[in-house]
């Protein structure tokens, strides 16, 4: 099940279940060999990797990225050299030569080959937010409320203005046609101060898994906000359980 990215690769999107150091065949150039680089495989089934250390994520660019659903992944003893296994993505013809460094390391295979094949859940909720983001907003049938929002933007420290669609325990946010969704579920809603601004709105995840939102409206629109928010999550509390079972299962890291 994927959470988040499957609405414009939504803002809280669980955390990767698998990353760490991994050593990547290369071919090209005037070097060829082994290259140690720092591997991301993240919940929709995309694997990343980066030039340098685990501090590259978040910050820079990654170097590439692979879809790994419909892909060939397998161990393979053609180089003569123990944990060293490949990946065919389904379309492209480069294949990908990666090797560990212990049996321990090799769950990157196992993670990689589960990621061919991802499970998704089909529940009428993920079908009608991800056919409501394709929607522009005029489009949008019984919102739960709608209106002008600004975001804040916390790398920045500034606030950008968006017209807003609540609908079903998602946040549509609208810069174009389409939208940037925030799925809703399990957040707590409440009035706070932030900084300079004694009124804001804030939108507590149930874990550090997800990320913290801050909004604010005309102050006569929001205690209108906070509870359409309130009402539309309490309606959508048996998904929410559902989600929470999954984010309890234990991330894998790999170790060097």
């Known amino acids: 099940m994927t959470i988040g990215s499957d609405i414009a690769r939504g803002p809280n999107t669980p955390r990767p279940p698998c990353r760490g150091y991994l050593h990547k065949r290369t071919q090209s150039g005037l070097i060829k060999g082994w290259r140690k680089?720092?591997?991301v495989l993240t919940h929709d089934s995309c694997l990343y990797y980066f030039k340098n250390k685990r501090q590259d994520e978040g910050k820079r660019q990654?170097?590439?990225?692979?879809?790994?659903e419909g892909a060939e992944v397998g161990p393979d003893d053609s180089l003569g050299k123990p944990f060293v296994f490949k990946c065919r993505p389904q379309f492209g013809s480069?294949?990908?030569?990666?090797?560990?460094?212990?049996?321990?390391?090799?769950?990157?295979?196992?993670?990689?080959?589960?990621?061919?094949?991802p499970i998704t859940q089909n529940h009428v909720w993920v079908?009608?937010?991800?056919?409501?983001s394709n929607m522009p907003p005029l489009a949008v049938k019984n919102p739960d409320c709608l209106g002008l929002l600004n975001k804040l933007d916390r790398s920045k420290d500034t606030w950008v203005q968006h017209y807003c669609i609540l609908k079903d325990a998602c946040l549509y946010l609208y810069s174009g046609i389409r939208s940037t969704g925030i799925y809703l579920q399990g957040y707590a809603v409440r009035e706070q101060a932030y900084g300079s601004k004694k009124s804001t709105i804030e939108l507590k995840p149930p874990s550090d898994e997800f990320k913290t939102f801050y909004f604010c409206a005309d102050n006569s629109a929001e205690n209108k906000w906070i509870l359409a928010i309130k009402a539309s999550i309490k309606k959508?509390?048996?998904?929410?359980?559902?989600?929470?079972?999954?984010?309890?299962?234990?991330?894998?890291?790999t170790r060097m």
């Open 37 to 39: 680089r720092w591997f």
């Open 62 to 68: 990654p170097l590439s990225s692979v879809k790994l």
């Open 94 to 117: 480069r294949v990908y030569s990666l090797c560990a460094t212990s049996n321990q390391e090799m769950k990157w295979c196992e993670a990689m080959e589960r990621a061919v094949h």
């Open 127 to 132: 079908d009608a937010t991800r056919h409501n």
């Open 236 to 253: 959508w509390r048996p998904f929410h359980q559902v989600l929470q079972d999954y984010m309890s299962l234990p991330p894998e890291e």
